[in-house]
């Protein structure tokens, strides 16, 4: 269900809120699934109980997810995509970097949309 790469640059509660939320996207969770607890969640990645804390307070904050107290931690049944203004910066500023060296490489703006449409094509079919 969820991945740690030690090496990305991106921080532990970061990967985990971002394949929670791919695991929702892709069907794999679904609204009203129940998450494993903080402690089952660290165990199973061996990392610190405050780290999958810190994910499950951001993913509760983007009403992602839903705790119940002595119930459990729920996949959220309103979930509702938003934009995330900061996040969408950062995902211009990559594509920025990526045109520039496709550029280079010699991929024309048509090449690079079939590229791009693909790979999403690929991501929805997941």
């Not at 949309?113 to 929805?124: G, T």
Request: no cysteine.
């Amino acid at each position: 269900m969820i991945n740690i790469n030690s090496r990305s640059s991106k921080s532990i509660y970061e990967q985990i809120v971002d394949q929670i939320k791919e695991n929702i996207l892709k069907g794999i969770l679904n609204p009203g699934d129940k998450l494993p607890s903080v402690r089952e969640l660290s165990s199973m990645l061996t990392i610190n109980p405050n780290t999958v804390s810190k994910a499950y307070r951001e993913l509760e904050r983007q009403k992602t997810i839903e705790t119940i107290r002595g119930k459990g931690t729920y996949v959220s049944s309103n979930y509702n995509p938003k934009i995330d203004e900061d996040k969408l910066e950062f995902i211009k500023n990559d594509l920025k970097k990526l045109i520039v060296e496709a550029y280079y490489m010699g991929i024309d703006k048509k090449e690079f949309k079939n590229i791009l449409d693909q790979l999403y094509n690929n991501f929805e079919r997941m």
